[in-house]
Each structure stands twice: as structure tokens, then as C-alpha cells.
């Protein structure tokens, strides 16, 4: 279906706003038969309804997705059709998921390093202007050329030539303009998560500003602003709750914006330092008080999911590493954020951090005192030391808490294991990685939990291929995929592929449901062509995924197609999530043995006494054992144990009804500490029993903590 023109010829009015700027006013005549005074005076009483506040009421008998009034200049959409509604015959939502993106980053980093705004009253030429010190050739975008290479120089000029940017590698100019938005609404995105972002180090560095560095300061604005721009949207179809860019809080108004098929935006956070959790020197700057304000603060602003770190190591968790030009220049930033390089060691397991970039970026590392120089590291030496803190893990249960979803993108390998195990322990499905940042050996772990995946806005043939390698567990586990665009966060986007590559996008082409049509998108003078421009703006995502569909064939597309109903899944089932009672806490405990030590106890009872601060120890020898007295014989299926350094490379879990005749209804003989879940069909006991068979290290068995659960 395509929409309908007006029946007969249509006027453009300019009407003033409040704030000075125009907004273009289609006035649509109709036949009536003959001329009626009324009509004129209701045409003079709509022009002055929209001079006294940009708030046109929406037309009667309008196409529901069109506006009756936009700024004015601004960019075209470049597609027809109504945009699909409602739900499948399963009752599940449809529409693609950008699981990643950074609408208003233009705030972030002092202000000047993003240039143009992603919307403004006065129209495009007003919000797409690019920085004061990119004029009059580029010489002075700095960060340009630190990040990309060459000179930095470009045409400044935006509106309407648009010459040199937007640009697929250009990491500095504005691609969430609200209209291109709007094309990828209209294009089939159902939900889109906004990650307010910021960093204060780079802000500090950085030779241009205009604000504040702190972070939290930034993170409030640009949540702020993001509701500015659902009302600025809201405006052009009539007033509140009408326009299609609708902020959401819970999954289940989530699904309501997208049966009504419009776009639901859900706030994230992904900065370097949250609640001001730095760490100088390995020492925090941040205890539990302030996670505590600073996620009830982020809660009361909408925010409902985060990272807890990004880029630094913070007093949180350790940092998945950068590579190339790009990790030196974080790495010069990580110690002048905390004092200390990244430090490596070699890995455990068959995860790998990201390799350290050790390619020469002149422009940060002048910024180093006198002296200093970045380390080398060993290249068989990739993980990060630094892990999960306890003061992250205070983070992570706190998160949970509120219900709120978990991004371990960015976090070591050290710090996701543990991340992970904690959430298995306790059955909590809201985990997400969004863009690619994640080892792709822990996808599976992630689909158990119930969690979602995104992959980085990658080159179509990349894209099938990297969703070709974990294809087969989305199909195990029954779940869509999504996309991170990481549009405005200075990551590199798709390159055209040319025009005489296999298989180009031909325009125009169909949206996946059928029911729009989409062209090339035309802003001012400039005519867009995924082909020949590359994923330069946010509006180009429909043709980048009809590129995937030419690439890799529909499978693909369909798995995308199948991504809100799999976000809001996860995001439904974390709000409905309960923590099950631990029914060990408090129980009566005794042990094979306890370490004797003249200054703390190490008597079994610390293992079940709510504390993770204490913990039981047993001799130093192999066959060691924990017992647990429920009181009364209750349904048993999963139990839980925080092991300390010493821990148990061999072990079984054993029940009993009566506390003599015993049966193991678990069993482990590769156990590497850390938390362990042990799962088990449910059965009937009063007693449970962690049999030690062979310990992992030369002490003998500690145990921070064993929880006992019905499932």
C-alpha cells in the first residue's frame, strides 16, 4: 500500500514557532461542493492555533503516520506506505531492534566533538551544522584525523550541499538527525535503545568544549533532551502521545508502542565512570552508597539498562581492551583516568579479550607526563587482569534489584564470566550484548539465561557471516537478533560496496512486511545511496538491511525481523523476575573440618549465614565435606556455591531424607571456582552435602556462601 496524494493541489504555509524558527504547514483543500465562509475562518484559526506554539493539530482525515507540520527546511523521509501494526498470529510483536545507538551524543564529551543536534525547531539547517573549529576547511577537527587518519580536511558546510558528511567514516558529524530516524522507523525499526554516553577523560582531553566533564551531569541532559525530542515529534502530529517516538519505561508499554506501530525508545547508559566509580591507583572512588543513589538516580530518569564499564578500568570490572590507533589512544586515557595502564595475563579459558593496540597514535600520546611510555604486552598474554570488584558485583545484584538489564559488552572476559555466573545462580534472564563486544563463546550461556544479541552494524557480507556463526543456537534456543548501530559513537559504519557490486541494492524496494515502498532518501541537495555512500546516517539502516537480504538472502532479515519480540522478551521476563529464598540461610551447617585461625572462625556455619564477607575452610586435604540441615524435608533443584581461591576441581552434590542413606544428584570433575550452578532435576531432601573429591588448588575447600534453592 502506498499513501495517497491530496486529491486536489496543497499549500505550504510558513508558521512562526516560539523560539523564532518556521514549521511548514500543509494545507489541504477539498471539494465541498460549493465555498462555505466557515472553511476560511477554520483555515485562519488553524494558522493561528500553530503561531501561538509549534503544536499543529493533527488533520481529521490524515494518514495517521504523516505530520501535518515539520520545520521548515527539512530533510524528506523518501518513503510511502502505511507502517505495519499490531502483532502476528503468534501474538508476537515484529520489527527490527537497534540495540545501540547514541542519539544525543552531540552532548556528550564537553560538547564539541559530535557536531550537529538531532533535532531542532528552527528546522535542519539549524540542527545539522557542524563545529565552529571544523571552519572553514576541517584543519581543526582534531579528533578527525587522531581516530581516522589523513588531515581531518572536509567541506564544514551542511545544509543543503551536505558534501562530505554525514559519511560512513567520518566519527565526528551528527547521523541521528530525528528525520533519518523517522526513514528507519518507517523502514520497519520497532525499538530503538538510546545509550546516553559520555566520558570524562576524553571530554578533558579534548581541545574543545563548551561544558562541564562530568559525567552524570551529561548523562541527565541528554536523558533530558531525549524527552525533548518525543515532544518535538509529538508537536508535528497534534500534541502529546501522538507522534511515533515514544520513550518507554516497562516492556509492557514497550509493546503497546509497537502494536500501534510506532518506534520505542528505551533509555540506556554507557559511559566510563557511573555514580563517579573511578579507580586511581587500584583504590575505588565510589562505595555502595553511591551505586546505590546513582541507580535509583538513573532509574527516576527512565534508564532500564547499562553498562557498568566502558573503555577504563573502573572500580567496577576491567575492560574488554580497544585495538589499532584507537586502544592506544584508551590506553593513554586509562592512565590518565586511574594511574595504570591495562595490564594483561594469559587466559583461562577458550575467551580472549580484545588485542591491546600498540599502533602509534602520536596526537594522545603527547598527552602522557614526561617519562612515561606505554607498556608492551606478550602477545600470548591477551586477558585483562582485572575482573569483576566487589564493589561491581554490588552493581550487578543491585541491577537486579530494579529490574533493570545488564550490557556485559565491554567488561573482560573476567569480568563476563563472573557476571554471568552470578546471574545463572539466580535465573536472572536480563543480559544483553549489543554490539558485538562480547566473545562469542559466551552466546550460548546468554541464550540460556534468556538474554539478547545484537551484532555490530557491520558491512552486509560481514554481517551474514558473523550471524551465520551463532545461527544454529538462536535457532536451539528460539530467539531473533538484532543490530547496534553505534550511530554517534565514533565506530566506523558499512562502506558502499559499489555500484557494480553483486547484487546492489536497486531503488526503489519494498520494506520486509510489504507495505512500504522506500527510495532514496534526498536531504536538501544531497540524494543518499547505500550503494555508492555506505551506512552514512541513520536513515540509511532499511537499505543497509535490504543489502543484508541481497547478501545473505531472507533467513537473515527474518531473524532480524523477529528482534522486538525477542528484546522485549528478555526486558519482560527481568521485570518479572523474583529472587527465589535461599533456604540454606540460616540453616544448621557442620563440616569435616575447620581451618583453625586465632584471629576470624572458619566453622561451617559461615557458608550459610547471608554473608559473602565470611566464609567455611576446611583442612588442607581432599576428602572434605559441607553439610546442611534444612530443618524439614523441602523440594530441592538447584544449589549454588561462591567458592573462595581454594575451591573444588572435583565435587558432588549429595541429598538425603533422613540424613544417613545418601544420593548424588550432581557431579563435577572439572570445576574451575568461582560461582558454580548446579542444576538438578527437583527432588524431595532435608539434607544436602558438598562432597569434596579433589581440590583445585594446595589449600584445601572455602566456600563464601552455598544457597539452596526449590528451583
Known sequence: MTSRGPPFPARRAAVPTADGGTWAVTIVRRSTGRRRPVAFLSLILLVLAAALGPTPSAAADGDWWDPTARPSPDSGIGVTGEPFKGTNSAGEVRGFVDAHNHIMSNEAFGGRLICGKPFSERGVAEALKDCPEHYPDGSLAVFDFITNGGDGRHDPVGWPSFKDWPAHDSLTHQQNYYAWIERA???????????????????SVYFFKDRSCDEMTSIRLQAQLTYDMQDFVDRMYGGPGKGWFRVVTDSAQARHVVEQGKLAVVLGVETSEPFGCK????????????????????????????????KFDNALCGVRFDSGALGTAINVGQFLSTGTFWRTEKCTGPQRDNPIGLTAAPGAEQKLPDGVDLP????????????????????????????????????????????????EAESY???????????????????????????YMNGSEHFVAEAGRTGALREKHGVGYGYGTDMNGVGGWPAPRGADAPNPVTYPFRSVDGGSVLDRQITGERTWDLNTDGAAHHGLVPDWIEDIRRVGGQDVVDELFRGAESYLGTWGASEAHRSEVNLAEGATATASSAEWNPFTSYAAGRAVDGDRGTRWASDWNDGQWLRIDLGETRRIGRVTLDWERAYARSYRVDVSTDGTTWRTVWSTAS?????????????????????????????????????????
Request: aromatic share 8%.
Open 185 to 203: 522507523w518507517r523502514g520497519g525499526q520497532r525499538v530503538l535503545v538510546n545509550d546516553l554516553v559520555t566520558n570524562g577523560v576524553i571530554c
Open 279 to 310: 579507580q586511581v591507583l587500584d583504590i575505588a572512588q565510589c562505595d555502595r552508597a553511591d551505586i546505590d543513589a546513582g541507580l535509583d538516580e538513573l532509574y527516576d530518569l527512565g534508564v532500564r539498562s547499562m553498562f557498568l564499564c566502558h
Open 376 to 423: 608492551r604486552y606478550a602477545e600470548d598474554a591477551q586477558c585483562n587482569v582485572r575482573g569483576l570488584t566487589d564493589l561491581g558485583e554490588y552493581a550487578v545484584r543491585g541491577m537486579m534489584k530494579r529490574n533493570m538489564m545488564l550490557e556485559i559488552d565491554h567488561m573482560s572476559v573476567k569480568a563476563t564470566g563472573r557476571v554471568l555466573d552470578i546471574l
Open 429 to 455: 534472564p536480563g543480559v544483553i550484548s549489543s554490539h558485538s563486544w562480547m566473545d562469542l563463546d559466551w552466546t550460548d550461556r546468554v541464550y540460556g539465561l534468556g538474554g539478547f544479541i545484537a551484532q
Open 671 to 711: 570445576g574451575d571456582g568461582g560461582l558454580d550452578t548446579a542444576r538438578f532435576t527437583p527432588v524431595q531432601a532435608r539434607h544436602v552435602r558438598v562432597q569434596g573429591l579433589e581440590r583445585g588448588t594446595q589449600w584445601g575447600y572455602s566456600l563464601y556462601e552455598v544457597g539452596v534453592h526449590s528451583r
